[in-house]
């Protein structure tokens, strides 16, 4: 039985060492889908950043994590007292999302890379601490009748945080305001009700004096062209006896 030449057993060797090693490197390519980006940690002073792209890391040196730039909501209730002292209750949801710069992202990384399936966690806290103070400063009134100043009061307050921890508020919806304990809302939609039923009957009885005068008027004029006619015909016949 003849045996296999050595030389032929090397270079087949050979072809599955480089055939390994080819895909080791192919695997050490890593892809952000076009909502992603991918942060690169073990060389260099500060993460590299990748966005919406690929990336080769190098095999023991580095190591690669994906960070989602997809927006994210949080809905909240933050409750506290108004300007008034009137216990008031927000209820509202906010847009954000990883900011879109390189030092939004490596900041974003740096603090909740290990907990991107619960960052809405620490943001609610963040979000809380700035509505809270923004209630207290407005009436019940106010926040119902100026809800796009609220929310911009609150973009405003919780920006600047938030771009610190690479995040970046998209929007701030106030969907709801209550008076939990108290019948203050309840008691002024019955006023602002009532108001308007005086209204509407203020505005109907108006309209029934407007139309009473009209007619009148009408009258009148009717009276003197019949009383003007009846002096000429009296006139006429003067002249005419």
Partial sequence: MNSINPSIIAVLVAVLVILALFIFLLSRIRRAGPNEALVIVGRGAEPKVVSGGRAFVIPVLEEAFTVSLEQSSISLDVRGPDAKFIDTSVRATVLFKV?????????????????????????????????????????????????????????????????????????VNLSDIDTPGSDYLRNKARREAARARQDAEVAEAETRLATENARLDSDEKIAERERDLALKRSAIKAQTD
């Fill in 99 to 171: 900011g879109g710069t390189e030092e939004a992202i490596r900041r974003a990384a740096q603090r909740f890379l290990n907990q991107q399936d619960d960052l809405k966690t620490p943001l609610n806290q963040a979000l809380e601490g700035a509505i809270r103070p923004i209630i207290a400063s407005m009436s019940v009134d106010d926040l119902i009748a100026k809800r796009d100043a609220f929310q911009d009061q609150v973009v405003s307050s919780i920006k600047a945080d938030l771009a610190e921890q690479g995040f970046q508020v998209d929007m």
